[in-house]
C-alpha cells in the first residue's frame, strides 16, 4: 500500500495562518527594525539546514516574507519534501532589509516546526520500507496547525488518518460504554454506527483484546484499531480479521519497536509522537547586507 | 525580583481560540458520537493528573465543554496553577455524555499542553530560587497561542518577555550587521534605536563579547541580552554593568546550567525551550456514564 | 437500515447564519419599523401551518428574533420535525412588537425552506417505507445552507450522503476519464483512490452500465452508484454486488418512480430534488397588537 | 419607463460568497480528486446550455475556478445576461484538470441558479413588453445571495424594488395594524412614516382595498401597493391615484395574468417567485482531458 | 415637520464597535494595571459633566465595561439624550477597580465624542425651534462611526439624511456634468436617476442657481438641494417650489446664520459641521476605590 | 533628540480598514452614480489644496480608488508628508468616471482628516525647533483610526508615545490612588510595576507637584509625566531629574504656550489636541469628463 503524493496545500489557508501569526508577533509594526533599518537599505538571507533531514513548508516560508513585502523575492533550490544534509543551502530570500527581519521569525517557526514533523515521520516510514504498512497520524496536532502539519507528514511518507471528527467513525473505548449502558454489545454499536452515519465512511472500532476484535468483527466493523496490544496479540487479530477488515496498530510506537509491529502484519500504525512530539529541526538564517 | 501576579487571561481571546480549534476538530458534527451517544444521556468526567506537575489552563479546558455546550458544568478542586501530584483528581466535568466526548481532545490537548508549559517553567524557577534571578520565555512559542503559553509561563512562575515586536526593542546581530552597513557603531545603534523609538520601551541589545557589551554600555543600552556566553564571561559583564544596565543572559540555558548562569549574576535567564520544547503533562480523562 | 435520530444542530453555527441574514435584510435599521411601532408597544405572532407537511428549523426561526431582541421569546407547541396538518397553531412569539416585525420575514424565510426540504423528504420515505432503503441527499445544496438543508432532510427521514468534497470519497466520471487518459481501468482507478485516502473512507464510484460496475467491483469499490439506470438494470447490479458492495441508485428520482427503483433492491436513492427543488412549506405569521 | 443598465457586481462580494461556498463544499481538500487526478494533468471544461435561456452567473463561476486556482482561464463567449438557445455553447474553462474538477459544482451551483432567475425574470418582462411598466423583485431572496439574485433580476430585464428594511419604506398590514392599535388612521400611520423617515425615501403602503387606497393618498403616499386585487380592482385604483402616486401590483402575478394586469395601468408589477421559485437553468460542463 | 423618537441602537453593532476600540488600545493586556491593580480591589467611577450639554452613547460606555468584565455594573440616572448641567453627576460604574481603568478611556473617548455631536445638534435645533424645519446631518461623519454619530444627532434633535450611497439618491454636481458629457439636460439627468433606480427613493438633485432649480423641478425633482445659496435666493426657489418639492439648505450652516435660513422656508437644513468639527463635551471619571 | 523616519505603514491594515469606510458609505452599490454614470464613461480628478498644510494620507486616499475598481490610476506629484500651499496640486486620479465619483467622498475624508493631524503636529513641531524637544501624541485617538493617526503625527515632524496600554507602562494618579489604598507610597508603586512588568518596558509615571517626582524618582521612575504644571515648576523638577530620568510634559498644551513649556528643559511634550482636535486641511477634488 503506497501513498499517493496528495501534497496540494490550499495556499489561501496558508496565508491566512501565517497573517495571523505576523499580527500576534507585531511584525506590521517591528519597532526596533523600523528604528534600525531603512525600508530601502537591501539584504538577502540564505536558508542553511543544521541538521540532516526532511524541509517542509516552503511555500509557508515564503508566504510570511511576500505577506510582509510582496517585493520579496524566495526561491528554493530544492523541492518541498527533499532530504537535506547538514549545512546543505536550500532556499534564499531577496528583498528590503527590514521586511526580512520583521518576518524572519514567523517564518522560521513554521519551517523548523514542519520539517521536524516531516523528519520524524521519515524515520518511521524508513524503518518499515518495504513491510507494505502505512505510517499514519492523528489528531493529536497543534490546534490550529493541522492542515499543515498533515501536509507535512505526507512530505515525510506518511499517511493521514481521518481529518477530525467530522470525516471519520473511530468508535473509542467511551463510545463503547456508552452503549453498555443502554444494554448495547460491541457488536450493538458497531452496527449502530453503520445504521446512523453516512454510507460513505467506513466503521473503526478500538479494542484491547482479542475477544472484542470478535465482537466488532461480529458488527462488521471495516477497521479494528489495536490499541496498546503487544506484537503476539496483534499478530493473532491480524490472523483472524486478513480480508475482512483493516488492522490499525496504536499506543507506543516508537523507531525502536515499529519493525515488530508492522511484521504483526498490521495495515496501518498509527502515531501520535510525530505530530505532538516531534523535534523542530535545526534551520538558521544567515543574514547578509547588500 | 519578583513577578506579580498577574495570570488575568482576556476569556473572549480564550473562547475564539478554543472555538477554532473545536471548529477544525469537527467537534460541532462528531459523526460517530451523534451516531452512538444520545444527547440526553448524561456522563461525568475526572481529571487525573498522571504525573507530578503544574495544572495549567482550567479556564480553557472549560471553555472547550461550554463552547460545546453550555449546560456542561466544570468544577477544579484546586487553583489554576497550582502543584499537582501523580494521581491527583483535580476537576471534574459533568453534562450531557455527547457534548463530553465531542470536546474532551481538545480540551486535554490544550490543558497538557498549557500545563506542561508551567511545569517546565516551574523546573527552572525552582533551580534557582531564592537567587533573586527572574526566568522568562521568548518569542518562540507556538503560532497563535502565545498568550495563553506566556499565561502558563506565569502560573509556573516565571515572567514575561516582550510580547512581540511592537512593544520592545531588542536589537539582535542582523539589527547591529545592519548598522554596521551604514557606517555606524555599535554605540551609534544604540542611540539610533533610542531616538526612533517612542520613550516608554527600554533598550535592549544582544551582544556576544565583553567588548560588544562595553560599546553598548556607551551607547546607553539599558538591557544587555549575554548571548551564549560561559558564566565567566557572564560575570565579568555584570561587574562592569551592575547599576547602569540589566543584564539578559540567553542561549542554551537548562536545568544542569541555569545555577550556574544565576550564580553569575545576571538579572535575567530567558529560554525558549519552556516553551517550545515542553513535554506536555500526562492527564488523563476518565469518563462514566450516569 | 434506519437512520438514527442525529438532528443536533450547531447552535452557534445557526446564530452566526441568521445575523447575516438579518444585515443582509437591513433588520437592525428597519426605516418603517423604526417610525410606525414604538419599542414598548407590546405584540404576539402565531405561526400557522397553511398546508400539511413537516415543520422544520424551530431553533432557526428563534434564533432570528432572539437576535434582534433577546427579550422576544418564542415558545413552541410541537418538536422540530413533526407533521403538522394545514391550519395547525404550531409556535408562538411575544415581545416587543417592532421586534417582532424586523425578524418577521427572515424567520419565515428559514422555516418555510427548511420545512419544504423536511416536508419533500417525508414524501419520499413514506414511498418507500418497509422497504429497507436509505433515501438521502446529494451536494446539490443552497450556497451557505448545506449544513441546515441536511438537517432538515434527517427530521423528514431521510440520511445523509458525505457532507462535502473533504470527508467522502466519490469517483464521477471525469475522474474515470481522467484515469483513462493516464492508461487506467475502472478497476485501477479504484484501487488507486484506495491507496491515495485516509483508510476511514469508503470507495464510492458512480458507473453507467453493469460492466463497468463488474469491473468496480473487481477493484475493491464498496459502493456503486447507479447513474440513471432503469429499475431492471439496476437490479442486475443488485444481483452481481449483494453483500460485496452497496449500490446507490442516482438520477431522476421521482415520487412516481421511488417504489420501482426500491424494489429493485438498492441499499441507497438519492435525490437532488429534495434539497434543490424543495417547494417551501406554506406558513404564516399573524401578529396580533397587545 | 425603462431600467437602466446597473449591471454592475461587487467583485469583492462576488469573491467572498465564492470562497465561502468552496469551503462549505471542502473543495480545497477534495480527497477524491487529490487521490486520482495529478496536479499537472490538465484538462478543458465546455459549458452547453441544455435549455433555452439568459445566462447570469459568468464572473461567478469564473471566481470559482480562480480562487480554487488562479491559473485556470475562464473564458466566455457570450456577454452576461445574454439569451441562449439549447445546446449552444456559451464558455470554457482551462487549466489543471483537478481544479476545475474540485471546483465545477460550485461554480454550476451558482451559474445555474443566477440564470434560472434571469430566465424567469425575462419570461415576465417579455410578457409585458412595450406595456410601460417595470417588473421587479421582492425580499424573498435566498439568504446571502439576495445581491447576486438582484443582479440576475436586471440581466432579466426586471429592476429592483428596495434592498432591504434598511433603504425603502413599505407599510405592510402589520404596521398599519399597530398604528390602529394606537388611534391612528391609515392617513395618520402615512403622515407618521413621512415624519419619522429620511427625506430621500418615499412612503410606499400596502392596501387591500379602494377605501384603503383613498386613505393612503389623503396621507400623501408616493406609492401605494395593490395587494391581492383583481385586474379590475387595480383599474380603478390607477384612475384615482393617475399622476398622484406610483401604483405597484403584487401577489399571485403569474406568466398566465401578468398581462392582464399590465392593462389595468399599474407602474410596477412585484413578483417573488422569479427568485424565490425560479426554476434552475438547465446548464453542462462537459469536461475533456488534454 | 417633526422627528419621531427613532433612537434605537443595535447593539450588537455597538458592541462589535466597542470590542475593536478596546482591542486597538491594548485594553485586554493593560500591563500597568495588570502589574498595579489586584483584580479583586473593588472600585467606583463616577461620570460627571464638566459643560452644559446633551449626554449620548450610554450604552455604548456601558459596553466598553461590560466587554472588558461582564461583571462590571454601570448605572444611569438619566435618560441618553437628557441634558445637563455643568457639574451634575449623571452615571455611575462599580466593580473590580483593574476593570474600570483598563476600560476607562475607551468609555470616555465614545461619550465625550457622541455627547459633543448630540450638543451641537441641540443647539441649531434650538436655534430654529418653532420653525417648522428639520436639522439633518450629512455623510460627514467619522470613518466607522456613522451609525452611533447618526444615533447622537437624533438624541441631539435632528434628523438623519440617507445613510450612504445605497439607501438615497442625490446627484450632485459631478453626476450632472457626467449627464452634459453625454447631452443630457439637469431634466433629463432626472428622468434618468428615476428610471435608474428603485421606486421606493426619492430623487434629490443639488442645485446652486434659480435656473437649475426650474430644471430639476420640470424634471420632476422630488427634493432639491440648495447648494450655498443666500438666503434671499432660496426663499425665490422655495415660493417656486413649495407643494412640488421639498427645499434642502447646505453649505456654510452656523448657529449666526440658521435661523435666517430657515426663515427663507426651505423645509430641511443639513450640517457636516455637527458631526465633523463637533466639540467634545468635557467629562471626567472620576475613581474611588473601595 | 531627533525622530528617525519610521512612516512606513502597514498596507494590509490601510486596505481594511478603507474597505470598511467604503461599505460603510455603500460605496459598492452607489445608486445615483450607477443610475446615471455608465461604467465606460472615463474621468479625471485633480487634487488641490485650498489650504497651506502638511499633505498625509496618499496611500489611504490611493486604497479608497483602487479598492472600488483596480484600474483606477492614482499618481501625486509630491511625497507623502510634503508641505503644500494653497492652491498647490498635487495629486490626481484616472480612470472610469463611475469609480471615482464612488470613492470620492471616502477618500476625502481620510485625506482631509490625516492632512489635518500633520499640520497641526507640524505647528507644534515647527514652534519648538531647535529646541531638542520630540513633540509626542497621546491615546486621544479616533477609535479605529489610531495607527493611520499615529502615521500622519509622524509625517508632521512628531513622534509616538506608546501605541496602546499593551505596549507601555504610565502610571497615572488613579493608579497611584490604588496604591495607597492598599498603603503604599509612590515609591512603592513605581517598584511594583518594576517587578511586574516586562523589562523591556521603562515605568513612566504621571506626577502633579514637585514632591511627587522626588518620590518617584526616588522608586526608581525612568520617565515622569509633569501633568499641568506650569513652566517655572516643570523647571524645578527638570533640574531635579535631568540624567536620571526623563521629563514629558503633558495637558493643556497650545501653540502659544509650548516654547515656554519648551524653554523649561523637559525631554518631551505630548498633546492630544493634535489628533482629538486636529481642524481637517481643506482639499477639493475636482472632476473633469474625459
Known sequence: MTQASRTSLDLDHVRTVVRAALDEDGAFRDVTTDALVPPDQRGRGIFIAKADGVIAGLPVAEAAFVCIDPEVEFAASIDDGAWVENGRIFAEVNGSLASILSAE?????????LSGVATSTRALTDAVAG????????????????ALERYAVRLGGGGNHRFNLSDGILIKDNHIA????RGLSIADVVRAARDGSPHTLRIEIEVETYDEAVE???GGADVILLDNMTPDEMARVVRLTKGRALTEASGGVTIDNIRAIADAGVDLISSGSITHSAKALDIS??????
Chains 1, 2, 3, 4, 5, 6 share one sequence.
Do not use: H, M, Y
Open 105 to 113: 521569525r514567523v517564518a522560521l517557526n513554521f519551517l523548523q516546526r
Open 131 to 146: 513491510k507494505g504498512v502505512r505510517v499514519i497520524d492523528t489528531r493529536k496536532t497543534t490546534p490550529g496547525l493541522r
Open 178 to 181: 456508552a452503549g453498555r449502558a
Open 216 to 218: 466488532a468483527l461480529e
Open 285 to 290: 538564517l544567515e543574514i547578509e547586507n547588500l
